[in-house]
């Protein structure tokens, strides 16, 4: 029977990246995706690498900026192997801050700038929104669709074997450690397996992964006038993100509804209505798209990675929304812990061992 170094349960941007980065160490990988590829939380995403958030937990927030800071090189190194075109933006955010958020927060975050009517006007000369004082946040955004087929691209590329529509159900355990797993179709062999199944990561036995789905709807127009947006505009009520094909995206909920991933007209309707508030030019563009993705989210908001209780089961999951953001460096990371060196960074945060598991 064929065996693998590693096996990877969830085919998800952290998989995808993953298993490259494992690749890159010389470790033969298997990753099983239960549906398609990169088509669940990942291709719902907003892109957006927001390593500065008022809403991100004290504790992830050095490895958010450390992953954010990773980009330029992670996307240059898949457009390479894959040979696709990955729209990675740098045109900054516009946030709007609410009442409760302080200012502060983002003092000492290189680039930031409180920003006078004046300024931001001069910055995005479209935008209505006089509630709220502004700062300007020197953040990229990425597509994260293109940043998922490229992934699954450069995978390929490397020698990563993929079985899709297959789903993991159980992590098979011989003689006190990790052997393998077993899929709704078959088994297979290898004395490593990390979860990176998503908000699906607590339903794969013998561990119970206290990770849930978090729906998030979102919809995308088009049709505006061209370079009505250039920034990422942030807000307390919806968020604009721009892409480079005259798309832009406006989202999200956040919203306790298990594994319903159906849109609501009267939420979308209400998103977009914010949206023109904000930016009337809209107006004159359509509505494309609308969709909704499942966040893996976990009880105190903080991914779950490293080793379990169990010799050579490792997990990595429960990225919330920062999925798209955090996957560099939870690659990295993850591979330094699979392969035994020390990481670079603490994670004594994130163990699963703060769930007893």
Known sequence: MKTWDAIIAGGGIIGLSLAIALRKRGATV?????????????????????NCDSETPPALRQLAAASAAMYPEFVLELQDESGDHIDLRDHGTILFLSPEPKPHLYDEQVGAE??????LRQLEPGLHEERYPAVYLKERSVDPRALVAAALKAAKHRGVDISSGTEVKEVLVANGRTSGVRTDRTSYSSAVVVNCAGAWAGQ????????????GQMLAVVGAAHGVLKHVVRSP??????????RILIGATVEEAGYDKRTDPATIQRMHQAALRILPALSQARVHDA???????????LPILGETSTPGYFVATGHFRDGILLAPVTAHVMGQVISGAKPDYDMSAFSAARFCI
């Open 30 to 50: 298997l990753l099983i995706e239960r549906g398609q590829p990169g088509r669940e939380a990942s291709h719902a995403a907003a892109g957006m690498l927001a």
């Open 114 to 119: 409180s920003l006078t009517p004046a300024r």
């Open 291 to 301: 969709w909704a993705g499942l966040r893996p989210g976990t009880p105190d908001n």
């Open 204 to 215: 794969i036995a013998p561990h119970q992964f206290p990770t849930r789905p978090v729906k």
């Open 237 to 246: 009520d919806v968020y604009l993100v721009p892409r480079g094909d005259g």
